[in-house]
């Protein structure tokens, strides 16, 4: 008994966990120092006996995203459900729903795992059945999610911070104005393409300074989705314009006094009125001659502009961009 | 995290603002509604109200819409000035510039500087300003580009005052809303909505010294399109003394009060 004890409390040191040994109904708690505490209580009990399918155990995730391997891992356990150290069973896995695969033959890691995978490529749910020597193991069949993988962009803190969040503004405006120009809707006059072009241009130029000051920090290249806007329509292509305008406007104006550099201060102020006039000519493509440029909707009865929090902002924003940003380390005051 | 959740109170803004700068900012924010306007700022300044350095800021801005308030009033009131279609887009920009002075007057209380009386002719430069439409729109585009700089170039010196500093680019992008669309209305086709270059138009020239820079934040922006929409995605400040070097003509100073007769 005491060789099986140094043994165990070898293998405890060797994988720096904290075990608690069980043998002969006796507990001796062997502690290594690098103790790991996400395993504590974790408990190996030895030597274990055959395995048993029905004790026997899978990792398979909960969700994963399409055209990536999907790996599962099968733990073989004995009956009392101890991880079995040995290998030589037979371990098939069979998918089926959204995608069908099988029978595949686990490999078989000679250490009481097997390991197999497949790569899903249509999004939907599968339904994965795990045998042992044709036996289902515990929680077969398993259900995942293939669905693309849920991320967040994170803006990061600080004047960085703030600074990827005009980033993705600027990022969004430009690719619209492109959209806009890529293919115009009918009847588009020359007056409204000269607009777009320069406005497009601008946007450009903002989006390339700001993500240039930002350097090495700068959020990635956004994806965005404009499908809800019908750009055969000039009434919903102004209609786009204009809310953009504002919501860039408003954004500036509410972010302004989070930046600690008055040099990027300095910066907003030069883009934000730029951003001003775009709006105000868009607005009077859609009324002309009208007190829209500087409607009552956008200018309070004290002559001020409207302003909104970035989180109101990336609200509006996540019409066109599905990837939720992490806005969590911006400065708040 | 969604995004969604970072500000639970969903106004953090506004909320943070009001309590960085205490009283001057419950000030700002009983400004904001029309009906507590009176009675309640005015105690309010009476408490503490504007930090003595941006007394003088305050009052810079104040006369730049004094002026602007002015002269769309004149304009507006002018018999022999016809605006035609343009008439609805005056009256909307005289409504803006009437609310500045009264909100930037009640943010002073009794710090407000006296109000000077105007010369919309700038001692004769555009002596059919109220007449001619083109030249009312021609001084129009003028101002409201001027206010659009002179607003920017004061941003360093209200950065820590969130309140203040957040209420000045809420005017201050309205400004450019107007000098757009007055842009718009010109009778120059060279005429942007935007400022390409320093490209003026009439006397204007000193209102447009220095928009032609094509370097920000030490970046050479001109690399990222062509030479004028480098120069027009960007308005540039102007510091108080250019301001008020091109305003000088047009501002007949209040009269001091007579010094008291000995007796």
Known sequence: ?333 | MTSTTMFPDGDLTRRDALLRTGRLARLLAAASLPVTLGVATRRAHAQGGVPEELVDVLNFALTLERLEDEFYKAGLAAGGLNLGDARAVFEQISAHETAHVTLLTTLLGEAAAPAPTFDFTGGGAFGNVLSNPGTFITLAQGFEDLGVRAYKGQLAALQRQAALLTAALRIHSVEARHAAMVRRLSQSAATKPWVTGNASIADLQPVYEGEEVTTQLGVDVAQFGNADAATEAFDEPLTREQVEAFIEPFVIPAEEPPPEEET
């Not at chain 1, 515990?138 to 967040?152: D, H, K, L, W, Y």
């Not at chain 1, 130029?205 to 240039?212: P, V």
């Not at chain 1, 730029?274 to 493509?285: F, G, Q, S, T």
């Open chain 1, 1 to 333: 008994m005491w060789d099986e004890l140094q043994f165990l409390s070898r293998v405890a040191r060797a994988t720096s966990r904290r075990t608690f040994l069980q043998w002969s109904g006796m507990t001796i708690a062997v502690t290594v120092a690098a103790c790991d505490d996400d395993d504590e209580g974790g408990d190996v009990t030895a030597p274990t006996g055959e395995a048993d399918p029905a004790q026997s155990t899978a990792e398979v995730p909960a969700t994963a995203p399409p055209t990536e391997p999907l790996n599962i891992t099968v733990q073989a356990r004995d009956s009392a459900g101890n991880p079995v150290t040995v290998g030589g069973e037979e371990v098939i896995v069979n998918v089926t729903g959204a995608n069908t695969e099988g029978p595949l033959e686990a490999i078989d890691n000679g250490d009481g795992t097997y390991e197999t995978s497949y790569t899903p490529l249509v999004e939907g749910q599968d339904s994965i059945a795990v045998t042992m020597n044709d036996v289902a193991i515990s929680g077969s069949p398993f259900t995942v999610t293939i669905a693309p993988t849920e991320t967040t962009i994170p803006l990061g803190r600080g004047d960085t911070g703030l600074f990827n969040y005009v980033y993705a503004l600027e990022q969004l405006s430009a690719a619209f104005y492109s959209s806009v120009l890529s293919a115009p809707y009918a009847g588009i006059t020359p007056e409204e393409t000269q607009v777009f072009t320069e406005i497009r241009d601008h946007e450009v130029i903002h989006r390339e300074l700001i993500k240039s000051a930002v350097g090495a920090g700068a959020i990635p290249e956004l994806t965005i989705d404009f499908a809800s806007v019908d750009f055969t329509s000039r009434d919903a292509v102004l209609a786009a314009a204009q809310s953009l305008e504002d919501l860039g406007v408003s954004a500036l104006n509410g972010a302004a006094y989070l930046l600690d550099d008055v040099e990027f201060l300095e910066a907003v102020g030069k883009l934000v009125s730029v951003e001003a006039r775009h709006a105000a000519v868009i607005r009077d493509l859609v009324a002309p001659l009208t007190p829209a440029f500087a409607g009552d909707d956008v200018v309070d009865a004290n002559g001020q502009d409207a302003y909104r929090t970035v989180s109101q902002v990336l609200q509006d924003v996540s019409t066109y961009v599905p990837t939720a940003f992490d806005a969590s380390q911006l400065p708040r005051t």
